[in-house]
T-cell receptor, first 115, second 114 residues
Framework: GENVEQHPSTLSVQEGDSAVIKCTYS??????FPWYKQELGKRPQLIID?????GEKKDQRIAVTLNKTAKHFSLHITETQPEDSAVYFC??????????????FGKGTLLTVNP | KAGVTQTPRYLIKTRGQQVTLSCSPI?????VSWYQQTPGQGLQFLFE???????NKGNFPGRFSGRQFSNSRSEMNVSTLELGDSALYLC?????????????FGPGTRLTVL
């Protein structure tokens, strides 16, 4: 089955700096890659996603890049703010067919933005 | 629209008991997935239901089961509880199966097994 590795497990940055979280996946058939943000005691929330027919996607201060050949994708957060502090999870799944919604998650990255 | 809701939010059980958790998806969403979240293993897929049928299953023992009703509400059951079943159980709903598969999570049920 699919395996998703996520690095680093913890990341501490100064407010205003950029943060990068990287994930690799094992199943070349995976074609949907969402990122979730989970604040302490709250539910995971989708912040951005990318499909395999796209190499990069941006939404304000957040961007995701995908390298299908190397089977890795990354989350980039620019101009970080204290409210960006949370655990971030990457995930992968196949976009159609029988395993459509079986998301395989990375272990998470605890991002701390210091004021 | 109301978000995904889960009941109960907190539950304390003892080893050997069984438990049933409930999930109400966003109105109109027909796919419901269940995940177990623990500090050690992270988020792990349990199963997915669509149109009252289990479509996918993760690598969990048969003690974990679920069902979906005609209104898309879903329940999961864990029998013969073990200490290791203590976790946050999250359900997520999706509008349709296919290309647009964004999943929206509920707040979770925190299960503690003593």
């Amino acid at each position: 089955g699919e395996n998703v590795e996520q690095h680093p497990s913890t990341l501490s940055v100064q407010e205003g700096d950029s943060a990068v979280i990287k994930c690799t996946y094992s199943d070349s058939a995976s074609n949907y890659f969402p990122w979730y943000k989970q604040e302490l005691g709250k539910r995971p929330q989708l912040i951005i996603d990318i499909r395999s027919n796209v190499g990069e996607k941006k939404d304000q201060r957040i961007a995701v890049t995908l390298n299908k050949t190397a089977k890795h994708f990354s989350l980039h957060i620019t101009e970080t703010q204290p409210e960006d502090s949370a655990v971030y999870f990457c995930a992968a799944s196949k976009g159609s067919g029988g395993s459509n919604y079986k998301l395989t998650f990375g272990k998470g990255t605890l991002l701390t933005v210091n004021p | 629209k109301a978000g995904v809701t889960q009941t109960p939010r907190y539950l304390i059980k003892t080893r050997g008991q069984q438990v049933t958790l409930s999930c109400s998806p966003i109105s109109g969403h027909r796919s419901v997935s269940w995940y177990q979240q623990t500090p050690g293993q992270g988020l792990q897929f349990l199963f997915e239901y669509f149109s009252e049928t289990q479509r996918n299953k993760g690598n969990f023992p048969g003690r974990f089961s679920g069902r979906q009703f005609s209104n898309s509400r879903s329940e999961m059951n864990v029998s013969t509880l073990e200490l290791g079943d203590s976790a946050l159980y999250l359900c997520a709903s999706s509008l349709i199966r296919g290309e647009r598969g964004e999943q929206f999570f509920g707040p979770g049920t925190r299960l503690t097994v003593l």
